[in-house]
Nanobody
């Protein structure tokens, strides 16, 4: 299995920046894909950004040009750099990994991001 621990959330004013980190441990050699999801109160969890082992990335339209996902293989960590934050970015952000061992996916515990207007 793969264990994920997020950090870096907090309170920021609109227009500000935050960087989230997701540290992976366990069967990290089997990870194929990692991503950030978010869930706002009363809304469904949605994909924010993802990255493959080949560094191919994908982003939600709502964050393109503002957020950047990256990875540091030496640290087994994936980052989400969030710039030009908006109040609508307020949510709990979850790290997610897909890997080639049962059960095949893991979620982190989540980190709160609050953007004030």
């Amino acid at each position: 299995q793969v264990q994920l621990v997020e950090s870096g959330g907090g309170l920021v004013q609109a227009g500000g920046s935050l960087r989230l980190s997701c540290a992976a441990s366990g069967s990290i050699f089997s990870i194929d894909y990692m991503a950030w999801y978010r869930q706002a109160p009363g809304k469904q969890r949605e994909l924010v950004a993802g990255i493959t082992t080949g560094d191919r990335t994908n982003y939600a339209d709502s964050v393109k040009g503002r957020f950047t996902i990256s990875r540091d293989n030496a640290k087994n960590t994936v980052y989400l750099q969030m710039n030009s934050l908006k109040p609508e970015d307020t949510a709990v952000y979850f790290c997610y990994a897909v890997y080639r061992q049962t059960p095949g996916f893991s979620w982190g515990q989540g980190t709160q991001v609050t953007v004030s207007s």
